[in-house]
Protein backbone atom coordinates (compact mmCIF):
# COMPACT_ATOMS: atom_id res chain seq x y z
CA UNK A 1 0.00 0.00 0.00
CA UNK A 2 3.12 2.69 1.17
CA UNK A 3 4.73 1.14 -2.73
CA UNK A 4 1.71 2.23 -4.54
CA UNK A 5 1.11 5.97 -2.80
CA UNK A 6 4.92 6.45 -3.55
CA UNK A 7 4.46 5.46 -6.59
CA UNK A 8 1.62 7.69 -7.38
CA UNK A 9 2.96 10.64 -5.40
CA UNK A 10 6.54 10.17 -7.58
CA UNK A 11 4.32 10.64 -11.12
CA UNK A 12 2.23 13.23 -9.74
CA UNK A 13 5.29 15.01 -9.08
CA UNK A 14 6.50 14.38 -12.46
CA UNK A 15 3.21 15.39 -14.21
CA UNK A 16 3.15 18.87 -11.77
CA UNK A 17 6.48 19.23 -13.22
CA UNK A 18 6.14 18.99 -16.91
CA UNK A 19 3.19 21.05 -16.71
CA UNK A 20 5.09 23.29 -14.34
CA UNK A 21 7.73 23.40 -17.76
CA UNK A 22 5.64 23.77 -20.37
CA UNK A 23 4.18 27.21 -18.57
CA UNK A 24 7.16 28.51 -17.93
CA UNK A 25 8.27 27.53 -21.45
CA UNK A 26 4.66 29.61 -22.83
CA UNK A 27 5.49 32.34 -20.66
CA UNK A 28 8.51 32.64 -22.14
CA UNK A 29 7.28 32.77 -25.36
CA UNK A 30 4.62 35.13 -24.73
CA UNK A 31 7.01 37.55 -23.45
CA UNK A 32 9.55 36.71 -26.62
CA UNK A 33 6.43 37.98 -28.85
CA UNK A 34 5.84 40.99 -27.14
CA UNK A 35 9.46 42.27 -26.90
CA UNK A 36 9.52 41.45 -30.86
CA UNK A 37 6.21 43.50 -31.51
CA UNK A 38 7.30 46.38 -29.10
CA UNK A 39 10.68 46.62 -30.71
CA UNK A 40 9.68 46.29 -33.78
CA UNK A 41 6.39 48.54 -33.58
CA UNK A 42 8.91 51.37 -32.84
CA UNK A 43 10.99 51.02 -35.65
CA UNK A 44 8.31 51.52 -38.12
CA UNK A 45 6.51 54.22 -35.86
CA UNK A 46 9.92 55.86 -36.29
CA UNK A 47 10.25 54.93 -39.87
CA UNK A 48 6.73 56.01 -40.65
CA UNK A 49 7.37 59.21 -39.10
CA UNK A 50 10.64 59.90 -41.11
CA UNK A 51 9.28 59.36 -44.28
CA UNK A 52 5.95 60.52 -44.17
CA UNK A 53 6.47 64.17 -45.04
CA UNK A 54 8.18 62.77 -47.59
CA UNK A 55 6.47 60.22 -49.04
CA UNK A 56 3.04 61.64 -48.52
CA UNK A 57 2.69 64.20 -50.79
CA UNK A 58 3.87 61.45 -53.33
CA UNK A 59 2.69 58.41 -52.59
CA UNK A 60 0.27 57.85 -55.40
CA UNK A 61 2.01 60.22 -58.19
CA UNK A 62 4.44 59.64 -60.89
CA UNK A 63 7.93 60.64 -59.90
CA UNK A 64 10.68 62.02 -62.56
CA UNK A 65 14.00 59.53 -61.50
CA UNK A 66 15.74 61.96 -59.58
CA UNK A 67 13.12 62.32 -57.30
CA UNK A 68 13.07 58.55 -56.79
CA UNK A 69 16.64 58.25 -56.59
CA UNK A 70 16.82 60.52 -53.63
CA UNK A 71 13.89 58.80 -51.76
CA UNK A 72 15.55 55.04 -53.17
CA UNK A 73 17.30 54.90 -49.64
CA UNK A 74 14.16 55.69 -47.37
CA UNK A 75 12.22 53.20 -49.52
CA UNK A 76 14.71 50.47 -48.80
CA UNK A 77 15.52 51.25 -45.39
CA UNK A 78 11.80 50.06 -45.26
CA UNK A 79 12.58 46.98 -47.11
CA UNK A 80 14.45 46.07 -45.42
CA UNK A 81 12.34 46.54 -42.17
CA UNK A 82 10.09 44.28 -43.73
CA UNK A 83 12.34 41.46 -44.74
CA UNK A 84 13.33 41.36 -41.19
CA UNK A 85 9.64 40.57 -40.22
CA UNK A 86 8.83 38.52 -42.85
CA UNK A 87 11.91 36.15 -41.73
CA UNK A 88 10.74 36.42 -38.50
CA UNK A 89 6.89 35.31 -39.23
CA UNK A 90 8.73 32.39 -41.46
CA UNK A 91 10.67 30.93 -38.39
CA UNK A 92 7.77 31.07 -36.19
CA UNK A 93 8.66 34.06 -33.96
CA UNK A 94 5.59 36.03 -34.96
CA UNK A 95 2.09 34.79 -34.38
CA UNK A 96 -0.41 34.88 -37.10
CA UNK A 97 -2.34 37.49 -35.02
CA UNK A 98 0.42 39.76 -34.28
CA UNK A 99 1.82 39.80 -38.36
CA UNK A 100 -2.21 40.79 -39.34
CA UNK A 101 -1.66 44.02 -37.41
CA UNK A 102 1.41 44.87 -39.92
CA UNK A 103 0.50 42.80 -42.71
CA UNK A 104 -2.18 45.45 -44.30
CA UNK A 105 0.08 48.74 -43.70
CA UNK A 106 3.08 46.34 -45.51
CA UNK A 107 0.63 45.40 -48.16
CA UNK A 108 -0.92 49.03 -48.77
CA UNK A 109 3.47 49.79 -49.20
CA UNK A 110 4.62 47.33 -51.36
CA UNK A 111 1.34 47.85 -53.79
CA UNK A 112 2.33 52.01 -54.18
CA UNK A 113 2.95 52.71 -57.50
CA UNK A 114 6.78 54.18 -55.94
CA UNK A 115 7.44 50.58 -54.88
CA UNK A 116 6.06 49.14 -57.83
CA UNK A 117 8.37 50.82 -60.06
CA UNK A 118 11.20 49.70 -58.02
CA UNK A 119 11.31 46.11 -59.04
CA UNK A 120 14.71 45.87 -60.30
CA UNK A 121 16.55 47.72 -57.58
CA UNK A 122 14.36 45.35 -55.26
CA UNK A 123 15.40 42.51 -57.18
CA UNK A 124 19.47 43.94 -56.83
CA UNK A 125 18.98 45.01 -52.40
CA UNK A 126 17.86 41.43 -52.14
CA UNK A 127 19.87 39.14 -54.24
CA UNK A 128 19.84 35.70 -52.29
CA UNK A 129 16.32 36.04 -50.27
CA UNK A 130 14.88 34.72 -53.18
CA UNK A 131 11.96 33.70 -50.88
CA UNK A 132 11.07 37.30 -49.69
CA UNK A 133 11.63 38.65 -53.14
CA UNK A 134 9.19 35.90 -54.57
CA UNK A 135 6.54 36.61 -51.28
CA UNK A 136 6.93 40.59 -52.45
CA UNK A 137 5.96 40.09 -56.12
CA UNK A 138 3.14 37.91 -54.87
CA UNK A 139 1.81 40.41 -52.29
CA UNK A 140 2.21 43.29 -55.30
CA UNK A 141 -0.23 40.82 -57.97
CA UNK A 142 -2.51 39.56 -55.32
CA UNK A 143 -3.30 43.29 -55.13
CA UNK A 144 -3.22 44.06 -58.79
CA UNK A 145 -5.68 40.75 -58.93
CA UNK A 146 -8.00 42.53 -56.74
CA UNK A 147 -7.45 45.81 -57.91
CA UNK A 148 -9.07 44.82 -61.57
CA UNK A 149 -13.01 45.41 -61.71
CA UNK A 150 -15.13 41.89 -61.28
CA UNK A 151 -17.24 41.15 -63.81
CA UNK A 152 -20.43 39.10 -63.40
CA UNK A 153 -22.52 38.80 -60.38
CA UNK A 154 -21.97 41.03 -57.14
CA UNK A 155 -22.61 39.08 -53.96
Not at 27 to 49: G, P, W
Not at 57 to 76: C, K, N, Q, Y
Not at 113 to 118: K, Y
Request: aromatic residues 10%; proline residues 5%.
Amino acid sequence: MLETVLRLMTTGGVFVGMIAVYVGMRNNTRQLNAQIFLSFSDRLQTIRHMLRTELLPIWTAELPPEEVARILPGLLQVLHLILELYELREQGYVRPRMWQIWSRNIDRFLTCPIVRSLNDEIRFEFSGHDRFIAWVEQRQALASFEARPHRGKRF
